[in-house]
Structures are given as structure tokens and as C-alpha cells.
């Protein structure tokens, strides 16, 4: 299992450097925060349509197979980021990346969970790849960030080749079923009401920072402390009940929300990023845990979770277009309001098992 941990290491950290320094970028080509918004849309748009194909594909092929391509075309598309000269191709890069991004992550999921079933130890891996892109970005210099995410993505494909087991499965269902949809669609809505708030302001997060007065080393420093707190959170939190993980989830992204916007420097953002590392690990986690147990279409199930999260993020980069207009405070009070209205969803829709 070694290599499956390595995998989930490598590759966020290749995505998370290059997620965090697009908006940089395009801001750097002349974009403005419609613009911006609109480029992360884009390429979560393609994520999403991907997600949705190749999560059930796997489910009817052999996993290994999708996690060493989907690695391989993750490198090539990341590795064209660094012929961008303009806005106009920093857009067409970007729904190149989404589409090949959503090929592997949940046969790599689905593959880990039918070796082992401590879910918050393998996520939390992922994360502190999120927390080592971030940081790293800090370090290189711009004409580097792209490269770095390329080999990055490379070796982590070489691993793949070399080290996963074949996992052939087969589902005996139609390829095109709503099932998985109906029984899961309250964690499904729950969950998309609160990163729709989410997303609205991670997508203009690198520059509410850069406006608090944050260098980009700090900007990277600051990022990096979600991820490196869900990787300690993740694997403390692996046994408890989703149910109770869920719930704190969603209290604690309300009021985070909230702090984000009453804050008047970036240094007080700081011990802001730990309790998101505890509500993005309580939510996260415990929704993951809850659809691996509800579910026999892992990959499935998998790939749509991570399809609600890219619906979510092109919903909140449009969000951020009209709440932005109105200033940073009111894109993190919407955010809080919608975070409460998924907890609500979920504590009173009763769950459904058919």
C-alpha cells in the first residue's frame, strides 16, 4: 500500500502548486477577478464532465490501468501550462488539465479501499500533497512552478506502473444507472451547498491574501497550513463516526466562513487554516466513509463525490463573479450562510439506503 500513499502524495502536490498559482498568473496576463473566476470555472467544468465518465468507468475496467494513464495525461497536460504566453491560452490549458485530471482519482480511491479501509490516513496523504505543492510554491521561481508539476506527475506515474496491482472489476449493471445518485443525493446536495460557499472564495483566495499584504512565500505558507493540519486531523479522526464527523464539518465551515471575513490582516488568517484543516477533515472524511459503506460502486460513487465537488467549484467561481462585486466580507458571509444551509439538509433529510 506504500505506493498507493506515494501516488496520492505526488499528484496532489503537483495539482495543488498549480491550482494556487493559475490565479497568480492570470492576473499577471491582465485578467480581473470575473476573469479569474471564470478560468478556475473552466477547468472545473472539464474535471467534472471527466470525474463523472472515468468514475464509472473503473467500475467496468481494470483500475490500475485508468490510475497509470490518467497519471501519464495529467503530465502532459500540466507540462503545457508552461507554453502559455497569454490569457486566451492559460484558458484553453486549463480545460485541457480538467480533463485529464478526473481520469485517476477515483480508481485510486476505489483501488486503496478494497485493500484497506482506513480512508483518513490515505486522504490525509493527499492533503499533506497539498500542503508540500503549496509550500514548494512558495520556493520556485514562476518559470519553474510548471515543470516541477509535470515531473512531479511523472513519477508518480512511473510508481503506478511499477507497483499497483492489477484490479479488475466488473459491476452487473447498465453502464448509465441512477442508483447511486438516489441513494446518496442528500450527502451529495449537503455537500455541494457548502463548498458552492467554499469555492467562492478559494477562488479569489491567492489574491485576498496578496491584498492582506502576504508575499508569495506567505501565500504559500498560509495555504499550506489547511493541508498539513488535515494530514495530522485525517488520521486522528479515522475512527469515528461520520455521522458526528459530518455534523462537526458543517459547524465548523460556518464559522470559519464567518472569521475569514472580519479578518484585516493575513496573519490572522493563520489560526483561521486550522480549524478549516479540522472542518474540511471532519466533512470530508466523513462523507467519504459514509459512501463507502452505503455503496458496492465505489468508483462510482467516488467519481460523482468528486464530480459534486467540481460542480460546487464552477457554481462558486460564478458565485465569486456576483458576491465579489460586493467585496471580499460578502463573499465570505454567503459562503457561511450556504455552509449552514448544507448542515441543515443533512440533519434533517433522513438518509436513504435503497
Known amino acids: 500500500m506504500l505506493t498507493a500513499y506515494a501516488i496520492q502524495l505526488l499528484s496532489n502536490a503537483s495539482l495543488m502548486a498549480v491550482v494556487v498559482f493559475v490565479p497568480l498568473l492570470a492576473r499577471d496576463l491582465g485578467a480581473n477577478s470575473s476573469q479569474i473566476g471564470l478560468l478556475v470555472g473552466v477547468y472545473q467544468a472539464t474535471l467534472l464532465a471527466s470525474s463523472v465518465l472515468f468514475g464509472r468507468w473503473v467500475d467496468y ?36 488539465a480538467g480533463l485529464c485530471v478526473g481520469v485517476f482519482p477515483a480508481a485510486l480511491m476505489a483501488y486503496f479501499y478494497d485493500r484497506s479501509t482506513f480512508l483518513g490516513r490515505f486522504v490525509g496523504f493527499g492533503s499533506l500533497g497539498w500542503g508540500i505543492g503549496a509550500v514548494t510554491l512558495g520556493l520556485l521561481r514562476s ?11 511523472v513519477i508518480a506515474a512511473v510508481l503506478a506502473m511499477i507497483g499497483l496491482a492489477h484490479q479488475h472489476v466488473r459491476l ?15 450527502i451529495y446536495l449537503s455537500f455541494f451547498l457548502r463548498h458552492l460557499g467554499a469555492f467562492s472564495i478559494w477562488t479569489i483566495f491567492p489574491v485576498f491574501l496578496s491584498d492582506l499584504g502576504a508575499s508569495r512565500l506567505w501565500v504559500g505558507i498560509v495555504y499550506a497550513i489547511n493541508p498539513l493540519g488535515q494530514f495530522v486531523f485525517m488520521s486522528l479522526l479515522d475512527r469515528a463516526s461520520e455521522k458526528l464527523l459530518i455534523a ?12 475569514f471575513g472580519v479578518v484585516t490582516n493575513f ?22 466513509k459514509e459512501l463507502m459503506r452505503l455503496n458496492p460502486e465505489r468508483s462510482t460513487a ?6 459534486v465537488l ?15 462585486a460586493f467585496g471580499y466580507r460578502t463573499v465570505m458571509f454567503v459562503a457561511a450562510g450556504l455552509a449552514l444551509a ?3 439538509l443533512y440533519q434533517f433529510v433522513p438518509e436513504r439506503r435503497a
Request: aromatic share 14%; with cysteine; net charge positive.
Open 61 to 96: 475496467g481494470d483500475r490500475k490501468r485508468f490510475v497509470v494513464y490518467g497519471l501519464l495525461v495529467s503530465f502532459v497536460a500540466l507540462t503545457a501550462h508552461a507554453f502559455v504566453r497569454n490569457l486566451g491560452g492559460l484558458f484553453l490549458a486549463r480545460a485541457l
Open 143 to 153: 518559470a519553474w512552478v510548471f515543470p516541477f508539476a509535470g515531473v512531479t506527475m
Open 172 to 186: 452487473d449493471q447498465p453502464f448509465l444507472d441512477t442508483r447511486v445518485l438516489r441513494r446518496n443525493w442528500r
Open 248 to 259: 462537526l464539518g458543517f459547524v465548523l465551515s460556518v464559522l470559519v466562513f464567518a472569521a
Open 267 to 288: 496573519k490572522q488568517v493563520i489560526p483561521i487554516q486550522v480549524f478549516l484543516a479540522l472542518s474540511w477533515s471532519c466533512l470530508y472524511l466523513g462523507s467519504l
Open 302 to 307: 467516488a467519481g460523482m463525490f468528486q464530480s
Open 310 to 324: 467540481n460542480l460546487a467549484a464552477v457554481g462558486g467561481a460564478l458565485l465569486e463573479g456576483v458576491t465579489g
Open 342 to 344: 448544507g448542515g441543515l
